[in-house]
């Protein structure tokens, strides 16, 4: 008899979520720091910079009662598909507008597809785990996360700064920034495309029930009240961080995003797969 490999994380769906979902993150996190600057380039003035930098996060929270009974019941990797192509839509979007309405309505688009592909990626891929590697599967993946969040940051204002001196304007240093992450985003189409899917069993989704059941879970009440908590209070300076710096005059901003990602990184461990 010749021996049985052992389990591995790096089977092909848990691959292809994985790199997914890093180019998602860098992608988000060249943009979203950039959010309330942009704003104000475009005429916003304080009030309307707070809606335009929350509307994204909102928006995802009002669509994710919809947006996890569709991901329980259609199939996964047209949801991928779907989310992956509005994400280059709405980077374009970015790049494109010229004014409040036009980035209004890009900012909407981007919170509807983060509520799909937000949870996508990572029941992808906690779904392909070994059942002895789930623990470190996830790590790994959340790790990966933290590493996009520590560079992507950085990466937006180097482009940012590049787009202004190139073409000499501010208005194209956004540009490129935009135009960048829609590439990260148009890249991780191939992994989409790659996924292998199997459709649900009629027992399967029997077990679902209709899709209001799915809406909500009363044991997740309190992991999601601390973890609103939290993300609001990261949301604050993450969003504002970048006007902050300038109101004190400090520069390379972006390395505050990467010494906070190094949290991520010392609760975490590098297993192997």
């Not at 720091?33 to 995802?60: H, Q, R, T, W």
């Not at 209004?104 to 906690?126: D, K, P, Q, Y």
């Not at 191939?190 to 009629?202: A, E, N, V």
């Not at 504002?240 to 949290?263: Q, S």
Request: proline fraction near 5%; charge should be positive.
């Amino acid at each position: 008899m010749t021996a049985q490999k052992p389990p591995t994380i790096w089977n092909k769906v848990y691959t292809c979520a994985f790199i997914a979902n890093f180019l998602l993150t860098v992608s988000l996190f060249m943009v979203n720091p950039l959010v309330a600057n942009y704003a104000k380039l475009l005429g916003a003035d304080e009030v309307m910079i707070g809606i335009l930098s929350g509307l994204y996060f909102g928006v995802a929270f009002a669509a994710r009662p919809f947006s996890g009974p569709a991901i329980a019941k259609l199939n996964k990797k047209h949801i991928m598909l779907f989310a992956y192509t509005l994400g280059v839509a709405v980077n374009i979007g970015y790049a494109i507008s010229n004014g409040i309405p036009v980035f209004m309505a890009s900012r909407i688009l981007h919170g509807i597809e983060f509520a799909f592909v937000g949870s996508l990626n990572m029941t992808l891929a906690s779904e392909s785990l070994p059942a002895g590697k789930m623990g470190s599967g996830l790590g790994l993946f959340g790790i990966s996360g933290a590493t996009a969040n520590s560079i992507a940051p950085s990466i937006g204002l180097a482009l940012r700064s590049w787009g202004e001196q190139a073409f000499g304007s501010l208005q194209y240093g956004y540009t490129v920034v935009y135009i960048a992450a829609a590439a990260c985003m148009f890249i991780a189409l191939i992994p989409c495309i790659m996924l292998p899917y199997t459709k649900p069993s009629r027992e399967a989704l029997s077990k679902l029930g209709a899709w209001y059941k799915n809406i909500f879970a009363r044991e997740a009440l309190m992991p999601t009240a601390v973890i609103t908590f939290i993300s609001v209070s990261i949301i604050s300076y993450t969003i504002y961080m970048e006007r902050f710096a300038e109101t004190r005059g400090i520069g390379n901003i972006g390395l505050f995003f990467t010494v906070y990602a190094m949290r991520s990184w010392r609760r975490g461990r590098f297993p192997a797969g």
